[in-house]
């Protein structure tokens, strides 16, 4: 396995379930990044950690929880969601050199996960 | 291999000026591209995306253009102010839609 993988590749659940999404780089990077892709809106960052601790929360509503065990993996638990939630859920991950985004700080991305609230 | 490139790297203006942001790629098979702020020590704000079917997006004092077939991307700032400091990023976001590639940033000072 190379790169960032993502699971499930789809995923649709209805208002009341529980469920997770799974990101997993194998990079070597030390951040991790979930971010959502809504129809015709810009990409939307929601989470991200650096060394494992959260850097930022972008006011995201609690239904979503993110959790990062280890530097390569990264989850994002989804509970009692609304059909407005249905999204592309990208994770992404880069290594933080600590500068804010200096020189080719590329961030690799999983292919994401579909996720569709009935 | 897509490359972003943004020019200048860094730039301070007075209150007031107008000014021009430059960001090149080497690629043009693109599905969008994003203008991003980032302010020091917090994440990305997304301040204007352009899908690759459209010339330009305004919001507010902001206008981005893009000329896909160049390669090219401009974000103009309108009357700039001292809350415009930060670091502007142009992000290209590739076809398959897994791959955003950021350039460097230009890091703007708007003097009092």
């Known amino acids: 396995e190379t790169g960032v993988t993502q699971t499930p590749r789809h995923l649709v659940m209805g208002m009341t379930n529980k469920k997770s999404l799974k990101c997993e780089q194998h990079l070597g990077h030390n951040a991790m990044y979930w971010y959502k892709q809504s129809a015709k809106k810009p990409l939307e960052l929601m989470f991200v950690?650096?060394?494992?601790?959260?850097?930022e929360n972008n006011s995201v509503p609690s239904r979503f929880s993110p959790e990062c065990p280890n530097s390569s993996h990264l989850f994002l638990h989804l509970h009692t969601l609304q059909p407005e939630d249905s999204a592309l859920y990208l994770c992404a991950s880069s290594q933080d050199s600590g500068l804010p985004y200096s020189g080719a700080n590329v961030l690799t991305f999983g292919a994401g996960s579909r996720l569709t609230v009935l | 291999k897509q490359e972003v490139t943004q020019i200048p790297a860094a730039l301070s203006v007075p209150e007031g000026e107008n000014l021009v942001l430059n960001c090149s790629f080497t690629d043009s098979a693109i599905y969008n591209l994003q203008w991003f702020r980032q302010d020091p020590g917090k994440g990305l704000t997304s301040l204007l995306l352009?899908?690759?079917?459209?010339r330009e997006q305004t919001s507010g004092r902001l206008n981005a253009s893009l000329d896909k077939s160049s390669g090219r991307s401009t974000l103009y700032i309108a009357a700039s102010q001292p809350g415009d400091s930060a670091t502007y990023l142009c992000a290209v976001f590739n076809n398959a839609g897994n791959m955003l590639t950021f350039g460097g940033g230009t890091r703007l000072m708007v003097k009092p």
């Open positions: 950690y650096s060394l494992e601790e959260r850097v």
């Open positions: 352009i899908q690759s079917s459209q």
